[in-house]
């Protein structure tokens, strides 16, 4: 019959399978995160390219575009590096579904840069198939900050994970603005379009700076140019605090470089947070096998006698062995229900971020609504009501079952 502590060294080298797996998903959320910046980049250029009717960012553009396949490539690599064989990968239905998802849109992007740079789209075509194909890389992440085991490595993703999607929709802000710009114009859709992606941009950063570290916020904080941030926000005035009507099409250029050094400085803090994910990952290994290793040792020395060498043999393996097996049985269950506890917390965030998505989806089904629609409308009744936009999303949710033409 197998023995108590045979089962509780194996917990233990289920926490550090579990951990090793986590240290691999930061290793792709590291290689989303740098392919997602090259993919706002490639946006941004493509939209001022085909506003400007291909006379501007042209030769730009597929400098970029062959950045972008460099950065693929990573993440194709990190890709082929999940196991799909095995039936014991947390989250393993859902991440693989978003892995799929994403696979099947990355095949499609030399075919929709062939049509960008033939000009057969217009800015609002190009910009959703680049914000679809994002938000499908961005969904793997989350799947994978939803599927972590540890505390800390788990609020670690979810920090990382929303200043993603802040740094997104700052992305989509600068593409939309740089379009906006070299059309010459902006009519009041155009505007509150642009005023929602700033407010969605806040409500991301907000989580972020709940759940990320301290030294991630220092680097966060030095890395801000007030003065940058400035000439950006007297943009978005200039565009949208006032009537719509004309813009200069000379801005442009401006509001572009603008927002990419804005992005670009963000883009170092992603770093930082994947940096800090794996040397979190490395930490947390290294702590567990440490303390496998000491419960090893020391059930290894009581059973043999070795801790109480002035008792017989019999007693010694006997009550002894017992009390330790019994501390240590306390001690973990214990830690694993603070950690429980601790995990149960962070998860309250994405699961509200769950029920806002389906929500979202609901209103798009039966309203015919597009997901930017859904959205506002998910945020108009959250005002109207004065209730916070998760009530809002899971009061829709409990009509599905009577709304009409339910499928």
Same mark, same amino acid.
């Given at each position: 019959?197998?023995?108590?502590?045979?089962?509780?060294?194996?917990?233990?080298?289920?926490?550090?399978?579990?951990?090793?797996?986590?240290?691999?998903?930061?290793?792709?959320?590291?290689?989303?995160?740098?392919?997602?910046?090259?993919?706002?980049?490639?946006?941004?250029?493509?939209?001022?390219?085909?506003?400007?009717?291909?006379?501007?960012?042209?030769?730009?553009?597929?400098?970029?575009? =062959?950045?972008?396949?460099?950065?693929?490539?990573?993440?194709?690599?990190?890709? %082929?590096?999940?196991?799909?064989?095995?039936?014991?990968?947390?989250?393993?239905?859902?991440?693989?579904?978003?892995?799929?998802?994403?696979?099947?849109?990355? %095949?499609?992007?030399?075919?929709?840069?062939?049509?960008?740079?033939?000009?057969?789209?217009?800015?609002?075509?190009?910009?959703? =198939?680049?914000?679809?194909?994002?938000?499908?890389?961005?969904?793997?992440?989350?799947?994978?900050? %939803?599927?972590?085991?540890?505390?800390?490595?788990?609020?670690?993703?979810?920090?990382?994970?929303?200043?993603?999607?802040?740094?997104?929709?700052?992305?989509?802000?600068?593409?939309?603005?740089?379009?906006?710009?070299?059309?010459?114009?902006?009519?009041?859709?155009?505007?509150?379009?642009?005023?929602?992606?700033?407010?969605?941009?806040?409500?991301?950063?907000?989580?972020?700076?709940?759940?990320?570290?301290?030294?991630?916020?220092?680097?966060?904080?030095?890395?801000?140019? =007030?003065?940058?941030?400035?000439?950006?926000?007297?943009?978005?005035?200039?565009?949208?605090?006032?009537?719509?009507?004309?813009?200069?099409?000379?801005?442009?250029?401006?509001?572009?470089?603008?927002?990419?050094?804005?992005?670009?400085?963000?883009?170092?803090?992603? %770093?930082?947070?994947?940096?800090?994910?794996?040397?979190?990952?490395?930490?947390?290994? =290294?702590?567990?096998?440490?303390?496998?290793?000491?419960?090893?040792?020391?059930?290894?020395?009581?059973?043999?006698?070795?801790?109480?060498?002035?008792?017989?043999?019999?007693?010694?393996?006997?009550?002894?062995?017992?009390?330790?097996?019994?501390?240590?049985?306390?001690?973990?269950?214990?830690?694993?229900?603070?950690?429980?506890?601790?995990?149960?917390?962070?998860?309250?965030?994405?699961?509200?971020?769950?029920?806002?998505?389906?929500?979202?989806?609901?209103?798009?089904?039966?309203?015919?609504?597009?997901?930017?629609?859904?959205?506002?409308?998910?945020?108009?009744?959250?005002?109207?009501?004065?209730?916070?936009?998760?009530?809002?999303?899971?009061?829709?949710?409990?009509?599905?079952?009577?709304?009409?033409?339910?499928?």
């Amino acid at each position: 019959m197998t023995s108590g502590s045979s089962f509780l060294l194996a917990a233990r080298q289920c926490e550090i399978a579990e951990l090793e797996d986590l240290a691999q998903t930061g290793e792709l959320v590291g290689a989303i995160g740098r392919f997602v910046h090259a993919l706002q980049r490639e946006r941004g250029l493509s939209n001022v390219f085909l506003s400007s009717h291909g006379s501007r960012f042209g030769e730009q553009r597929a400098q970029q575009v =062959a950045d972008c396949r460099q950065a693929e490539q990573q993440v194709r690599a990190q890709f %082929d590096r999940l196991d799909t064989a095995s039936s014991r990968v947390r989250n393993g239905a859902r991440l693989f579904s978003r892995v799929a998802v994403v696979l099947h849109g990355l %095949d499609g992007l030399p075919q929709l840069r062939d049509r960008v740079a033939a000009r057969q789209l217009t800015t609002r075509e190009a910009t959703a =198939a680049f914000v679809r194909l994002i938000a499908g890389l961005l969904a793997v992440v989350f799947e994978a900050a %939803d599927s972590a085991t540890d505390p800390e490595v788990s609020r670690a993703l979810v920090a990382m994970f929303n200043f993603m999607q802040g740094k997104e929709f700052a992305g989509q802000e600068r593409a939309f603005g740089a379009g906006a710009f070299a059309a010459g114009g902006i009519d009041g859709a155009g505007q509150q379009q642009w005023r929602h992606l700033v407010d969605s941009q806040q409500a991301c950063f907000q989580v972020f700076s709940e759940f990320a570290g301290p030294e991630v916020l220092r680097v966060d904080q030095a890395g801000r140019d =007030a003065t940058l941030l400035a000439e950006v926000e007297r943009m978005r005035r200039m565009a949208c605090a006032g009537r719509p009507g004309a813009l200069d099409a000379n801005l442009s250029q401006p509001w572009y470089e603008l927002s990419t050094r804005r992005i670009d400085a963000m883009r170092a803090v992603e %770093d930082v947070l994947a940096l800090h994910l794996r040397h979190l990952c490395e930490a947390r290994i =290294a702590q567990a096998r440490s303390e496998l290793r000491d419960q090893r040792a020391m059930l290894q020395a009581l059973a043999s006698g070795a801790a109480y060498p002035e008792a017989e043999p019999a007693t010694a393996y006997g009550p002894h062995l017992e009390r330790s097996l019994l501390g240590m049985l306390q001690e973990q269950s214990r830690r694993l229900q603070a950690m429980g506890d601790e995990l149960d917390a962070v998860r309250a965030t994405l699961n509200e971020r769950k029920a806002v998505e389906r929500a979202k989806g609901l209103l798009m089904a039966h309203r015919q609504m597009s997901e930017d629609e859904a959205y506002k409308a998910l945020r108009r009744m959250a005002m109207n009501q004065n209730r916070r936009l998760v009530d809002v999303a899971e009061a829709v949710l409990s009509l599905a079952e009577v709304l009409p033409g339910r499928r």
